[in-house]
């Protein structure tokens, strides 16, 4: 089956600095790509959608400045978190869909960040 | 705006008892609905999905659900639950397959199964 895998699996960083989290279509390429964010025991909140090669569509009340995502190819997007601080303490998970093939998106196994 | 809700955050069942987790959805269209179950720090695995055709999806590890238009319902139920199944069960709704617009997700199922 399709295989989406995010990296790192968790990270832990200073408050004020920035952290880039990579999505990957392993054996797939992947149109769209989605980021969404999860606190402790609640649901996932969509944060943004990316399509390759352009600029990511964001929620109503996500920082585009502060979370910037790019999907420079077919099988990778990137999140960055800048300037992190601890209430951007989260579950970070990306799912992608692909070009060909299922009408449905695949989901990575996420990224805990803890900003200290 | 489509909303999903799952009115029991907790269900504690016996292991080998049936199970069933309920999802409501508020969607315009048809809608595009999906059960993913999460493990405590991983991922989501999807369950089942339902499209169009059949109301009575099969999925994997033994679990179905049902669409039911006339109650905006999308319940997933299993027979004889495992140990293995406790985890955290979430519904979603999407827009087109949940391809093009990410999906929304109900607030989750915590299952406990108990021995």
């Known amino acids: 089956g399709a295989v989406v895998s995010q990296h790192p699996s968790w990270v832990i960083c200073k408050s004020g600095t920035s952290v880039k989290i990579e999505c990957r279509s392993l054996?797939?390429?992947?149109?769209?790509m989605f980021w969404y964010r999860q606190f402790p025991k609640q649901s996932l909140m969509l944060m943004a959608t990316?399509?390759?090669?352009?600029?990511?569509?964001?929620e109503q009340g996500v920082e585009k400045d502060k979370f910037l995502i790019n999907h420079a190819s077919l099988t990778l997007s990137t999140l960055t978190v800048t300037s992190a601080h601890p209430e951007d303490s989260s579950f970070y998970i990306c799912?992608?869909?692909?070009?060909?093939?299922?009408?449905?998106?695949?989901f990575g196994q996420g990224t805990r960040l803890t900003v200290v | 705006a489509q909303s999903v809700t799952q009115p029991d955050i907790h269900i504690t069942v016996s292991e080998g008892a049936s199970l069933e987790l309920r999802c409501n959805y508020s969607y315009g269209a048809t809608p595009y609905l999906f059960w993913y179950v999460q493990s405590p720090g991983q991922g989501l695995q999807l369950l089942l999905k339902?499209?169009?055709?059949?109301?009575l999806v099969q999925g994997i590890k033994g679990f179905e659900a049902e669409f039911k238009r006339s109650q905006s319902s999308f319940n997933l139920r299993k027979p004889s639950v495992h140990w293995s199944d406790a985890a955290e069960y979430f519904c979603a709704v999407g827009h087109s397959g949940g391809g093009a617009d990410g999906l929304t997700f109900g607030k989750g199922t915590h299952l406990i199964i108990q021995p």
């Open positions: 054996d797939f390429q992947a149109t769209t």
């Open positions: 799912s992608a869909r692909a070009v060909q093939g299922l009408d449905y998106a695949f």
């Open positions: 990316s399509n390759e090669g352009s600029k990511a569509t964001y």
């Open positions: 339902y499209f169009s055709g059949d109301t």
